[in-house]
């Protein structure tokens, strides 16, 4: 599946991770391309494997500014970016983005903003230099760590994204305080280009993708293409490898999903070395177990 098809992520040591469990997931749910990981500073070397480059990058710019750079040097026929702390879940996402690759480009659909919304006029305003107040904006608002396309078809859109990035933004070195109407930097440049018709594109909308979302709050018809959601995108901080201290909630769906394809035999990490004993209950329901047991004590002692 998606043999003509390259994969690109990033991520330096501190999501090493997070580029395992990825690995491991599209390697399990049967892609069969070639996947390329871009390694900003800190480096770290990654586990040889069959199909798998790993390109050390030796760019200033906040790894999320650098995607655009990772493809537009890398010339393939087909391409798939993934934010590398997302997880795919399912064989049948990967089919189907297959299929829409053959016809245009693909981008998740992560929440609604109006046409009317002043942001749209003031994105299009910086971005070509006027108002456009008779512009038919889409009402879709785009996540922009996972993206799909054909190299012939769709590149222009990646050049494009890339040169808007160097116009609206006043540092690619940083995501915080880079624009007054970009703050989710290279995802607003994004969607100010994907709010007219100019390019075509599918999108994928909650409940066929997961992020950090409340989805009671989220306006999709909750009815799902496949009976799971074909890929979860931490979209929160920390990540699930990087917590301190056991969070004081259930571990939720990415979560469980990203232990589950880090301990898989494709990339291979010591878990050991990555989480504490602690987190490591906390993953596999211990915590709660042995708070159940301790309950159930006290229980017999008193009755």
Not at 27 to 45: D, Q, R
Not at 117 to 141: A, C, P
Not at 172 to 180: A, G, I, R, Y
Request: aromatic letters at 14%; glycine letters at 6%.
């Amino acid at each position: 599946m998606l043999e003509d098809t390259v994969v690109f992520t990033l991520g330096n040591s501190a999501y090493e991770a997070g580029v395992a469990a990825l690995i491991n997931s599209l390697l399990h749910n049967g892609f069969k391309g070639k996947i390329k990981v871009g390694i900003p500073p800190p480096h770290f070397e990654g586990t040889p494997l069959e199909n798998v480059e790993y390109i050390h990058l030796d760019s200033t710019a906040h790894p999320i500014n650098l995607k655009t750079d990772l493809i537009l040097n890398n010339p393939c026929k087909n391409f798939i970016y993934f934010d590398s702390d997302i997880i795919v879940n399912t064989k049948e996402f990967l089919e189907e983005l297959e299929s829409l690759i053959k016809e245009c480009a693909v981008f998740p659909i992560e929440a609604i903003i109006p046409k009317e919304d002043f942001r749209r006029l003031r994105w299009n305003q910086q971005i070509r230099g006027e108002m456009g107040f008779t512009k038919n904006y889409s009402s879709s608002y785009y996540n922009a760590g996972f993206f799909a396309g054909n190299w012939d078809r769709d590149i222009a859109l990646i050049e494009e994204w890339r040169s808007k990035m160097n116009t609206c933004l006043s540092s690619l070195n940083s995501v915080e305080d880079v624009s007054k109407y970009f703050k989710l930097s290279d995802q607003d440049v994004l969607n100010a280009l994907l709010q007219d018709d100019k390019y075509n594109i599918a999108g994928i909308s909650p409940p066929d993708w997961w992020g950090n979302m409340g989805g009671e709050q989220k306006p999709f018809l909750f009815i799902g293409l496949w009976k799971e959601a074909g890929f979860y995108h931490h979209t929160a901080t920390p990540k699930t490898w990087l917590h301190q201290s056991v969070p004081l909630r259930p571990p939720n769906a990415y979560d469980m999903l990203w232990y589950k394809y880090l301990q898989m035999d494709y990339y291979q990490l010591d878990k050991n070395k990555i989480l504490s004993k602690k987190m490591t209950d906390w993953l596999e329901h211990k915590k709660q177990s042995r708070y159940y047991q301790a309950i159930k004590k006290i229980l017999n002692k008193v009755l």
